[in-house]
């Protein structure tokens, strides 16, 4: 009930409550944007920008819904934006990890490390080249473990669409992968 009344209080204006709203949600909206844009120099202004969609829609927020999947689908469309004019995913020098690392087992092993970099490096790799419709219903999807509902009103868009896009996404990364290794078994034979 108190995020009902704090958007309330946004919504009419009032001294702080946005600041406060902002407080409350930044953190989350980093970390969204991180899935999706990764270590990017420009996260900050995109957090930014997150939050002047959010002041100058607040009053298309409908109180009956999640506040946080509406936060969340302001802030993929942001990234999406963002994405559709930067033409490229990633960038070499940032190509840290990007998806979850395994649960904690016993140490990893010189050769074990090296060979998850090079998995991962290839993933990367493969996810650079989808569209970006395509990647985000991925990294939600997979990553993010969103169930496809959850992404598809997240991206607002309908369930089948989301699903396609899914689909294609691995199908996709899955032939990036599967080329990339054939080539490589080739240069070592």
Do not use: C
Request: glycine share 2%; aromatic share 8%.
């Amino acid at each position: 009930m108190r995020e009902q009344e704090l958007i309330r209080r946004v919504a009419l204006q009032e001294p702080g409550a946005f600041e406060e709203l902002y407080h409350a949600y930044v953190d989350r909206v980093h970390r969204h944007l991180y899935t999706i844009i990764r270590s990017d120099a420009d996260i900050d202004d995109l957090v930014q920008q997150t939050f002047v969609q959010v002041f100058r829609r607040i009053d298309t927020y409908r109180a009956e819904a999640n506040f946080g999947t509406w936060l969340h689908r302001v802030t993929v469309n942001v990234a999406l934006v963002h994405l559709r004019k930067r033409k490229r995913w990633f960038r070499p020098e940032t190509s840290e990890v990007l998806l979850p690392l395994p649960q904690e087992k016993a140490p990893e092993l010189p050769d074990d490390s090296l060979e998850r970099k090079q998995k991962m490096a290839l993933l990367h790799q493969a996810l650079d080249g989808i569209h970006p419709k395509k990647r985000v219903a991925f990294l939600l999807y997979e990553v993010g473990g969103y169930t496809l509902e959850e992404v598809a009103e997240l991206v607002d868009a309908p369930l089948n669409t989301v699903a396609a896009r899914l689909r294609a996404a691995r199908q996709e990364v899955r032939k990036t992968v599967e080329r990339r290794l054939r080539s490589e078994t080739q240069a070592v034979a």
